[in-house]
Protein backbone atom coordinates (compact mmCIF):
# COMPACT_ATOMS: atom_id res chain seq x y z
CA UNK A 1 0.00 0.00 0.00
CA UNK A 2 1.26 3.08 -1.39
CA UNK A 3 1.55 6.91 1.44
CA UNK A 4 -1.38 8.82 1.40
CA UNK A 5 -1.65 11.46 -1.71
CA UNK A 6 0.36 14.75 -0.27
CA UNK A 7 -1.82 17.38 0.13
CA UNK A 8 -1.12 20.66 -2.48
CA UNK A 9 0.71 23.67 -1.05
CA UNK A 10 -0.65 27.38 -1.38
CA UNK A 11 0.61 29.40 -3.16
CA UNK A 12 -1.55 32.52 -3.98
CA UNK A 13 -4.66 33.97 -2.23
CA UNK A 14 -7.26 36.33 -3.80
CA UNK A 15 -10.06 37.95 -2.92
CA UNK A 16 -13.38 39.66 -4.45
CA UNK A 17 -16.82 40.54 -3.07
CA UNK A 18 -18.06 37.15 -3.09
CA UNK A 19 -15.46 34.12 -3.21
CA UNK A 20 -11.88 33.38 -1.80
CA UNK A 21 -9.63 31.48 -4.47
CA UNK A 22 -6.20 29.80 -3.49
CA UNK A 23 -4.00 28.83 -5.98
CA UNK A 24 -2.02 25.29 -4.82
CA UNK A 25 1.24 23.84 -6.07
CA UNK A 26 -0.11 21.39 -8.21
CA UNK A 27 -2.10 23.53 -10.67
CA UNK A 28 -5.43 23.71 -9.46
CA UNK A 29 -7.12 26.65 -7.84
CA UNK A 30 -9.82 26.45 -5.39
CA UNK A 31 -12.99 28.89 -4.80
CA UNK A 32 -14.90 29.12 -2.03
CA UNK A 33 -17.72 31.20 -0.83
CA UNK A 34 -16.70 34.50 0.84
CA UNK A 35 -19.32 33.88 3.53
CA UNK A 36 -17.69 30.86 4.09
CA UNK A 37 -14.76 32.26 5.82
CA UNK A 38 -16.66 35.00 7.90
CA UNK A 39 -13.43 37.32 9.63
CA UNK A 40 -12.78 37.56 5.23
CA UNK A 41 -15.94 38.61 4.39
CA UNK A 42 -16.31 41.66 6.99
CA UNK A 43 -12.35 42.63 6.47
CA UNK A 44 -11.54 45.60 3.82
CA UNK A 45 -10.15 44.62 0.70
CA UNK A 46 -6.59 46.17 2.00
CA UNK A 47 -7.24 43.56 5.07
CA UNK A 48 -8.33 40.74 2.69
CA UNK A 49 -5.50 41.69 0.40
CA UNK A 50 -2.50 40.98 3.18
CA UNK A 51 -2.00 37.43 3.79
CA UNK A 52 1.02 35.08 4.35
CA UNK A 53 1.15 31.25 3.36
CA UNK A 54 1.79 29.40 6.41
CA UNK A 55 3.52 26.11 6.90
CA UNK A 56 5.06 24.79 4.00
CA UNK A 57 2.03 26.02 2.37
CA UNK A 58 -0.53 24.49 4.69
CA UNK A 59 -2.89 27.36 4.59
CA UNK A 60 -2.94 30.86 4.16
CA UNK A 61 -3.29 33.77 7.10
CA UNK A 62 -4.70 37.05 7.44
CA UNK A 63 -3.00 39.20 10.27
CA UNK A 64 -4.76 41.79 10.29
CA UNK A 65 -8.04 39.90 10.38
CA UNK A 66 -6.56 37.02 12.63
CA UNK A 67 -8.02 33.94 10.31
CA UNK A 68 -6.23 31.32 9.28
CA UNK A 69 -7.83 28.86 6.47
CA UNK A 70 -5.92 25.05 5.63
CA UNK A 71 -5.85 23.97 2.35
CA UNK A 72 -7.20 20.73 3.81
CA UNK A 73 -10.10 22.08 4.81
CA UNK A 74 -10.51 23.69 1.55
CA UNK A 75 -9.97 20.90 -0.66
CA UNK A 76 -12.66 19.31 2.08
CA UNK A 77 -15.49 21.84 1.19
CA UNK A 78 -15.71 22.62 5.20
CA UNK A 79 -16.54 26.25 5.72
CA UNK A 80 -15.03 28.06 8.76
CA UNK A 81 -16.24 25.98 12.15
CA UNK A 82 -15.96 29.59 13.76
CA UNK A 83 -18.63 29.94 16.42
CA UNK A 84 -21.36 32.44 16.10
CA UNK A 85 -20.11 33.70 19.76
CA UNK A 86 -16.67 34.09 18.60
CA UNK A 87 -17.04 35.59 15.68
CA UNK A 88 -19.62 38.28 17.65
CA UNK A 89 -16.92 38.67 20.33
CA UNK A 90 -14.25 39.48 17.29
CA UNK A 91 -16.39 41.94 15.37
CA UNK A 92 -17.32 43.89 18.77
CA UNK A 93 -13.56 43.94 19.71
CA UNK A 94 -13.22 45.48 15.94
CA UNK A 95 -16.31 47.81 16.37
CA UNK A 96 -14.50 49.52 19.73
CA UNK A 97 -10.92 49.42 17.92
CA UNK A 98 -12.29 51.66 15.17
CA UNK A 99 -14.37 54.19 17.34
Known sequence: M???PKTPAAEKASTTDD???VELSD???ISVPLAW???LFHG???ERADWRVVGRGDGVHWPALDENISVENLLAGQPS???RKSLKR???GRAASAS
Open 44 to 46: TSE
Open 81 to 83: GES
Open 27 to 29: GRS
Open 37 to 39: CPR
Open 2 to 4: GSP
Open 90 to 92: WME
Open 19 to 21: SLT
